[in-house]
């Protein structure tokens, strides 16, 4: 995905949204590693070990176990070495307040993933086409 080879950051609880997105990723030719957690916590313990790489883009589901996206957001966005990676909410919630409080937690984009394979492939291919021209700043 994009110029960046980081790894790509995927929050997210379920199994087969999980699968769904390797798949696609895979179908889409894109060769970032993929780095899978399943909740809020698991991503700010994996983004704050000094010896995982920081990845390039991190993919959040809202409705997780233990720290759900919005609670991540919240912490993620006011740390200082984590508030400037972007994050795309990849979610099925469609609930307008969770909308409001990710943009005004500064998320990149908030999708509804889809129903079908072939739409959610079409959605990251979009995702990917996206952060592939974007221009991000050093030392993201």
């Not at 997105?21 to 894109?30: E, F, G």
């Not at 000094?50 to 589901?61: G, S």
């Not at 959610?120 to 991000?136: D, H, P």
Request: proline share 4%; net charge negative.
């Amino acid at each position: 995905m994009m110029k960046d080879m980081r790894p790509i950051l995927l929050v997210e609880d379920d199994e087969v949204d999980t699968m769904t997105v390797k798949r696609s990723l895979k179908d889409l030719h894109v060769h970032n590693s993929l780095i899978t957690v399943s909740n809020g916590e698991e991503a700010l313990d994996y983004l704050r070990d000094e010896q995982h790489q920081r990845p390039c883009i991190i993919l959040l589901d809202i409705n997780m176990p233990k720290m759900n996206g919005i609670e991540f957001l919240t912490v993620a966005k006011n740390d200082d070495k984590l508030k400037k990676i972007p994050v795309i909410v990849l979610t099925t919630s469609k609930e307008e307040q969770d909308k409001l409080d990710s943009f005004e937690l500064g998320v990149a984009g908030y999708m509804i993933k889809p129903c079908t394979y072939e739409k959610f492939l079409e959605l990251l291919r979009t995702i990917n086409g996206y952060w592939t021209v974007s221009e991000l700043p050093n030392g993201i």
